[in-house]
């Protein structure tokens, strides 16, 4: 017996508010591109004038919903988001273009050589990619290589390996709020 | 990462020149990249014009954020400050520190004054500054070491300015937007600054390391006579900056120099003023090659 002479399917409950909803299309398809594109801004809020602190953290977004999502950012989309990254990092323009493609051509390449899945291998696979970014872009960056530099960005590195799991939660956070219900079926 | 099998073009046609297209048009993508990067290496200033688009478009966000840090910084100070001696110690520790460095370059002033009085007699004009305005941004995840200001073309701000705050120098203007510029930090790899110390007229180079530290090189080799604790100021050579304002204090002696600390961290620092180019002249005779100098000379005689 209810209380109250409730009906049970009248009663709010977690699955009502998803029951005749799809997700809208537009914000399922620009939340990954907007997020990445944010993550590319916001070192630049950031003033540091010692060293190379803050991982990059465009380059991480991209590398945390590709490896989360395979398949929903096309191989080719280094072009134009890396484009909108070098207009912000200050690395010399055509360093993320460049560095991004790459990057998205290895991760499909080591996608079919290490065909299982689990998040370790994913942190394996974005600690290869981030040190490679990071040693890349320093190398490209104009500035002089020397081992006072070298020693430099090694923060940077380790933060980018370690903030991986961060990302990674981020990019779930972001993907699910990518996939919200909220579009009425009619 | 999820099987690759999910994404198996399998024996459509259709799905296999898709999957092939989509990697070509990656791989000429990163050829794309290399070639403006290369670009960009020869030639620094090339997409100059984009980029200073964006940084304007970007500059709300940046001056926002700046308000805020500035903010906070001073919340935070006043904390500190009651939670070790009243809430004024803060306040008189930065005046202690700022006063500190006003007496040195007092010093390098008067020291400076008595050698021009010897010469000539020249007397100099410290300049109205070009705009005064705040840090918006910094280059925080590259290898280089840039800032924003939210000042640009339109406030008069050109490129090869020098920028200072109350403490002493910040950089050196690279790049101009409309509304925002890029500056050239002193911790740069690729910054140099003719200085000379502030007690007496040793000259030598402030150059960047990039890692937050300034390499001292003395011009003269031999014993070198520097110590922990000498402030550096800048000698005027070059005609970029303005003689006499603090750089930097050195640290550490090495055998050609000494290693230096910044004294205008620009993570600290609240407003910064762009002011005009010290010898405008000088800076144009040192970008003429030699051969076109000898050819204005002819003209003139």
């Not at chain 1, 950012?73 to 909108?84: D, F, H, K, Q, Y």
């Not at chain 2, 937007?177 to 000379?196: F, Q």
């Not at chain 2, 055998?255 to 230096?260: M, T, V």
């Amino acid at each position: 017996m209810i209380e109250g002479g409730l009906k049970p399917r009248s009663r709010p409950n977690p699955y009502g508010k998803r029951i005749n909803r799809e997700p809208s299309p537009l914000l399922a398809n620009s939340v990954p591109y907007a997020t990445i594109v944010l993550g590319s801004m916001l070192p630049l809020l950031l003033v540091t004038s010692t060293m190379p602190i803050v991982p990059p953290l465009g380059f991480m977004m991209l590398v945390g919903w590709r490896l989360m999502r395979p398949g929903l950012l096309p191989s080719w989309v280094g072009l134009p988001l890396g484009a909108i990254d070098d207009l912000f990092s200050g690395q010399p323009f055509g360093s993320a273009i460049l560095l991004w493609s790459v990057t998205m051509l290895a991760i499909e390449w080591f996608e079919t050589r290490v065909p299982w899945r689990g998040f370790l291998q994913d942190w394996l696979a974005a600690a290869l990619a981030c040190a490679g970014y990071v040693l890349a872009a320093a190398a490209f960056s104009g500035a002089k290589i020397n081992p006072t530099l070298a020693i430099a960005i090694m923060p940077q590195l380790l933060a980018s390996i370690l903030a991986f799991p961060l990302i990674s939660g981020l990019v779930a956070t972001f993907d699910r709020l990518r996939l919200q219900r909220i579009r009425k079926v009619r | 990462m999820a099987p690759t099998s999910s994404r198996r073009s399998g024996h459509s046609r259709r799905a296999q020149y898709s999957l092939f297209t989509s990697y070509l048009v990656a791989a000429i993508g990163a050829l794309i990249g290399a070639v403006l990067l290369g670009i960009s290496l020869w030639q620094p200033a090339a997409m100059g014009g984009v980029r200073g688009a964006a940084s304007d478009a970007a500059e709300p966000a940046g001056r926002a954020v700046a308000v805020a840090r500035e903010g906070s910084g001073g919340f935070f100070d006043a904390i500190a400050g009651y939670f070790r001696a009243g809430s004024q110690n803060a306040g008189l520790r930065k005046e202690l520190e700022l006063a500190r460095i006003r007496l040195a370059e007092a010093d390098a002033t008067l020291q400076e004054n008595e050698r021009l009085k010897a010469l000539i007699g020249l007397t100099e004009q410290d300049g109205e500054p070009v705009a005064i305005t705040h840090i918006t941004g910094s280059t925080a995840a590259s290898a280089r070491r840039f800032a924003y200001i939210g000042a640009g073309r339109a406030d008069g701000v050109q490129v090869g300015m020098p920028v200072r705050s109350a403490r002493g120098v910040v950089g050196r203007v690279l790049e101009t937007g409309s509304s925002t510029s890029r500056v050239l930090l002193l911790t740069d790899s690729e910054s140099v600054l003719p200085v000379r110390r502030g007690s007496d007229d040793l000259v030598a180079f402030a150059e960047g390391r990039g890692n937050g530290l300034l390499r001292i090189r003395l011009v003269n080799l031999g014993i070198n006579p520097l110590e922990p604790g000498d402030v550096f100021v800048t000698s005027g050579a070059g005609g970029y900056y303005r003689p006499g304002v603090a750089v930097a204090v050195l640290t550490e002696i090495r055998p050609d120099g000494g290693l230096a600390r910044m004294i205008a961290d620009p993570a600290g620092t609240d407003f910064v003023r762009v002011e005009p180019i010290w010898q405008p002249d000088t800076v144009a005779a040192a970008r003429q090659s030699p051969d076109e100098v000898l050819s204005d000379a002819e003209e003139s005689e």
